[in-house]
T-cell receptor, first 109, second 111 residues
Framework: TQLLEQSPQFLSIQEGENLTVYCNSSSVFSSLQWYRQEPGEGPVLLVTVVTGGEVKKLKRLTFQFGDARKDSSLHITAAQPGDTGLYLCAGNSASKIIFGSGTRLSIRP | KAGVTQTPRYLIKTRGQQVTLSCSPISGHRSVSWYQQTPGQGLQFLFEYFSETQRNKGNFPGRFSGRQFSNSRSEMNVSTLELGDSALYLC??????????FGPGTRLTVL
């Protein structure tokens, strides 16, 4: 069974701090996506990474795909209250999408 | 472009009943996937439909079924509801497997 482990599960930090969320697996994925989900809504796609070692930036968010395409990280610089939400990674393997367990992020003003 | 819509948004049923949820994908998207989200299990893949055919299936019992119509709209059905079926059911449409767009979900409560 393919698994995507996310860490940490919960994170509460002060506004302005930096943070990193990790997504790890023993499986290789052809692509990996990061989503953010707010209460009462569906997940919203933030980014897709495809190439091993790929780094993508979205304003204050930096996404990296591991060289072996088994892991990924999301780094947020100078976190803001609007970054609060559930962050999910999802790996694509053989046309099946596997979701990580999620990281619930809370940013305190 | 209109986003993915799901109806109803909220539903309350009792054990043993059945339920049908509906999903309208983004125009032009032929793939529709369904997920179950619970606090304990996270987001779990139910099935994916493409051009009216089930292309992939997750590890759920046969009580969970779905279908897709020629206009790409999809429905999922759960029969003989159990308390553990209480969850947020999410539908996602995509043009490519790498980019899924989710609807707001249907919150199902089984009493």
């Amino acid at each position: 069974t393919q698994l995507l482990e996310q860490s940490p599960q919960f994170l509460s930090i002060q506004e302005g701090e930096n943070l990193t969320v990790y997504c790890n697996s023993s499986s290789v994925f052809s692509s990996l996506q990061w989503y953010r989900q707010e209460p009462g809504e569906g997940p919203v796609l933030l980014v897709t990474v495809v190439t091993g070692g790929e780094v993508k930036k979205l304003k204050r968010l930096t996404f990296q795909f591991g060289d072996a395409r088994k892991d990924s990280s999301l780094h947020i610089t100078a976190a803001q209250p609007g970054d609060t939400g559930l962050y999910l990674c999802a790996g694509n393997s053989a046309s099946k999408i596997i979701f990580g367990s999620g990281t619930r992020l809370s940013i305190r003003p | 472009k209109a986003g993915v819509t799901q109806t109803p948004r909220y539903l309350i049923k009792t054990r043993g009943q059945q339920v049908t949820l509906s999903c309208s994908p983004i125009s032009g998207h032929r793939s529709v996937s369904w997920y179950q989200q619970t606090p304990g299990q996270g987001l779990q893949f139910l099935f994916e439909y493409f051009s009216e055919t089930q292309r992939n299936k997750g590890n759920f019992p046969g009580r969970f079924s779905g279908r897709q119509f020629s206009n790409s709209r999809s429905e999922m059905n759960v029969s003989t509801l159990e308390l553990g079926d209480s969850a947020l059911y999410l539908c996602a449409s995509s043009f490519t497997i790498n980019e899924q767009f989710f609807g707001p979900g249907t919150r199902l409560t089984v009493l």
